[in-house]
């Protein structure tokens, strides 16, 4: 099964930056559109940042200003720069495709923000 596999999350304390990353689990499978997703503890699945094979990005307003996708020349990864962390945003990030149909859900990376 083709999945996306997420990494670079991590413990850091509020104010500071983490960078996520999301490559294919196949090097055959290039990256077109790609969106990063969050799910905290007790809660439901949200969308956090797209980018689209153009290049255009768009944003959850909770995170405007603080995050920035970003996706290597070769279409084969897709970033997730985080910077001014807060609390808030702890949860397991995921990235996949914006719309259906979705891959299979990879495992996700832990970013845990402390105050």
């Known amino acids: 099964q083709v999945q996306l596999v997420e990494s670079g999350g991590g413990l850091v304390q509020a104010g500071g930056s983490l960078r996520l990353s999301c490559a294919p689990s196949t090097r055959f499978l290039s990256l077109n559109d790609v969106a990063w997703y969050r799910q905290a503890p007790g809660k439901q699945r949200e969308l956090v940042a797209v980018i689209t094979r153009g290049g255009s990005t768009n944003y959850a307003d909770s995170v405007k200003g603080r995050f920035t996708i970003s996706r290597a020349s070769a279409k084969s990864a897709v970033y997730l720069q985080m910077n001014s962390l807060k609390p808030e945003d702890t949860a397991v990030y995921y990235c996949?495709?914006?719309?259906?149909?979705?891959?299979?859900w990879g495992q996700g990376t832990q970013v845990t923000v402390s105050s």
């Open positions: 996949n495709h914006p719309t259906p149909p979705f891959l299979d």
